[in-house]
């Protein structure tokens, strides 16, 4: 499928006509489809390469080397997550996956620093660590750019996210669908789910399965062209915006039987605000057609109940 396009430059870099023009058609993309593809995103290709290199690399040690960076006590949310811990909302099936995930570092003093746990270094592969900082960093700037621009869409002060967004408790997530050596029983790569978070961006997995459901029920296979990173809506922007904006069902499924050979590498960026950030429905986005549809609930509350709903906090 092709989902639309928008150009980050033109909001980051252009005229009045350009900014106004880019914010309408990410907003309308947003409300109609859930998802787009964003070039110009300054996310430099040499650094995902040296990401995704210093990943695999990760990934390719023996078992017993990735659980020393396992912390089942932070529910997921640093180091590493042995294959088949996580499921679906409502599923019973574990994905088929393993992930690492990487965290904020507050360095201006933030107090919010003492919710954080710190990340955890991998002395295995000694380059990941500093260079899932640089990457997480990168992603952050770009995902700040495109709030702001959601900001204005709706109505809001432009700046309106950043006080819940920087030292916000964003994930960069790097994940391993390792080769499929049997039938599997149920389940396929990452069951149909939505994104917990307010966006989440995307740079190009190492092969196709992403599909996105659409209005009319069909599921699709969405790809970006190289150069772009996809970025869908998450569900607390979909609950702040009282189902304005829409947090779309997406899945990764197998590949062909001939491929079941070969990894599938991801690296989703899942930007987060801060704990303390209010996800009630906006003023603006309730009238008599959209009565409010969700109970009020902070973003660190929403988080704790959809870590248990997925089976990585007890």
């Given at each position: 499928?092709?989902?639309?396009?928008?150009?980050?430059k033109?909001?980051?870099?252009?005229?009045?006509?350009?900014?106004?023009?880019?914010?309408?058609?990410?907003g309308?993309?947003?409300?109609?489809?859930?998802?787009?593809?964003?070039?110009?995103?300054?996310?430099?290709?040499?650094?995902?390469?040296?990401?995704?290199q210093?990943?695999?690399?990760f990934?390719?040690?023996?078992?017993?080397a990735?659980?020393?960076?396992n912390?089942?006590?932070?529910?997921?949310?640093?180091?590493?997550?042995?294959?088949?811990?996580?499921h679906?909302?409502g599923?019973?099936?574990?994905?088929?996956?393993?992930?690492?995930?990487?965290?904020?570092?507050?360095e201006d003093?933030?107090?919010?620093?003492?919710?954080?746990?710190?990340?955890?270094?991998?002395?295995?592969?000694?380059m990941l660590?500093?260079?899932?900082?640089?990457?997480?960093?990168?992603?952050?700037?770009?995902?700040?750019?495109?709030?702001?621009?959601?900001?204005?869409?709706?109505?809001?002060?432009?700046?309106?996210?950043?006080?819940?967004?920087?030292?916000?408790?964003?994930?960069?997530?790097?994940?391993?669908?390792?080769?499929?050596?049997?039938?599997?029983?149920?389940?396929?790569?990452?069951?149909?789910?939505?994104?917990i978070?307010?966006?989440t961006?995307?740079?190009?997995?190492?092969?196709?399965?992403?599909?996105?459901l659409?209005?009319?029920?069909?599921?699709?296979?969405?790809?970006?062209?190289?150069?772009?990173i996809?970025?869908?809506?998450?569900?607390?922007?979909?609950?702040?915006?009282?189902?304005?904006l829409?947090?779309?069902?997406?899945r990764?499924?197998?590949p062909?039987?001939?491929?079941?050979?070969?990894?599938?590498?991801?690296i989703?960026?899942?930007?987060?605000?801060?704990?303390?950030?209010?996800?009630?429905?906006?003023?603006?986005?309730?009238?008599?057609?959209?009565p409010?549809?969700?109970?009020?609930?902070?973003?660190?509350?929403?988080?704790?109940?959809?870590?248990?709903?997925?089976?990585?906090?007890?």
């Open positions: 499928m092709s989902i639309p396009v928008v150009d980050l033109q909001f980051t870099h252009g005229s009045e006509t350009e900014r106004t023009s880019f914010v309408y058609e990410l309308r993309a947003y409300e109609e489809v859930g998802f787009v593809a964003v070039k110009n995103h300054d996310i430099s290709e040499e650094l995902v390469a040296e990401l995704y210093h990943v695999q690399a990934f390719a040690l023996p078992t017993e990735k659980m020393k960076y912390k089942p006590e932070l529910a997921g949310q640093r180091g590493y997550t042995s294959f088949g811990q996580e679906a909302k599923s019973d099936a574990p994905d088929l996956k393993e992930f690492y995930q990487y965290g904020q570092t507050v003093g933030d107090p919010v620093a003492a919710e954080y746990p710190p990340n955890v270094e991998v002395a295995d592969v000694p660590t500093p260079t899932l900082y640089r990457a997480y960093r990168s992603f952050e700037k770009s995902g700040r750019a495109l709030l702001r621009a959601i900001a204005i869409y709706l109505g809001l002060p432009e700046d309106y996210f950043e006080p819940f967004v920087v030292n916000g408790n964003s994930i960069l997530r790097a994940i391993h669908y390792p080769p499929i050596t049997q039938e599997p029983k149920s389940a396929i790569r990452a069951e149909q789910h939505e994104d978070n307010l966006i961006l995307l740079v190009g997995a190492s092969a196709d399965g992403l599909q996105i659409t209005v009319d029920g069909q599921w699709v296979p969405v790809t970006a062209l190289p150069g772009q996809v970025v869908n809506v998450g569900d607390m922007l979909q609950r702040l915006t009282n189902n304005r829409k947090s779309t069902t997406h990764v499924v197998n062909p039987r001939e491929l079941w050979g070969s990894s599938r590498f991801s989703p960026f899942f930007l987060h605000p801060k704990a303390s950030m209010s996800l009630a429905c906006l003023d603006n986005c309730i009238d008599t057609d959209h409010k549809a969700y109970p009020d609930a902070t973003a660190g509350e929403y988080l704790d109940e959809r870590l248990r709903e997925i089976g990585l906090k007890k």
